[in-house]
């Protein structure tokens, strides 16, 4: 069974530039999670969808970031203007149903904003 | 959900048990005990969870005392690809996760 996948899996941009980041989610996962994960620090839920409409975007900060799941598979988040706090790594991750305990992640894209 | 306090880092010989506590003191009767594991420059990794009794799966077992206010996942015999950061989580099934800091392990040869 295919993974979670991820592209990029590392980006560099400069500040207030804008950044996309794309994750396909395990055939047949209706849950899709995108996390933040700064640099010693574990993951943080940035939004929620549960197949293409959203559950949770309590922390994302929705006047720089944005997310869509069109179909109810792929998805894109993506980030404009970048800052500088926004270098991190995020990480998407995927699961039969919402809150389902097992959560499948992908690999994270690394971004770093200079 | 409620909180978990876990050592920062913990040391293990390699072929040894290595045994990772977890305090959830004020979890509640209906929150679950979960544990992921986050290899270096990889997504977490699911390993097992319970919410009573002890639970055992072909990468670890899960001891949870009676009280419920502690854990300890227990990877049976180490090896060095076991090194990474573990994460104790407690949730209530629709909740979303909190992943805190977790344990550092470190396998040694």
């Known amino acids: 069974e295919a993974g979670v996948a991820q592209s990029p899996r590392y980006k560099i941009i400069e500040k207030r530039q804008s950044v996309a980041f794309w994750c396909n989610p395990i055939?047949?996962?209706?849950?899709l999670y995108w996390y933040q994960q700064i640099l010693g620090q574990g993951p943080k839920l940035l939004i929620q969808?549960?197949?293409?409409?959203?559950?949770?975007d309590s922390q994302l900060p929705k006047d720089r970031f944005s997310a869509e799941r069109l179909k109810g598979v792929d998805s894109t988040l993506k980030i404009q203007p970048a800052k500088l706090e926004d270098s991190a790594v995020y990480l998407c991750a995927s699961s039969l149903e919402a809150g389902a305990g097992e959560q499948f992640f992908g690999p994270g894209t690394r971004l770093t904003v200079l | 959900d409620a909180k978990t306090t876990q050592p920062t880092s913990m040391d293990c010989a390699e072929g040894r048990a290595a045994n990772l506590p977890c305090n959830h003191s004020t979890i509640s009767g209906n929150e679950y005990v979960y544990w992921y594991r986050q290899i270096h420059s990889q997504g977490p990794q699911y390993i097992i969870h319970g919410l009573k009794n002890n639970e055992t799966n072909e990468m670890a077992s899960l001891i949870i005392t009676e009280d419920r206010k502690s854990s300890t996942l227990i990877l049976p015999h180490a090896t060095l690809r076991d090194t990474a950061v573990y994460y104790c989580i407690v949730k209530i099934t629709g909740n979303q996760f909190y992943f805190g800091t977790g344990t550092s392990l470190t396998v040694i040869p």
């Open positions: 055939s047949g996962h209706a849950t």
């Open positions: 969808f549960q197949n293409n409409g959203v559950v949770d």
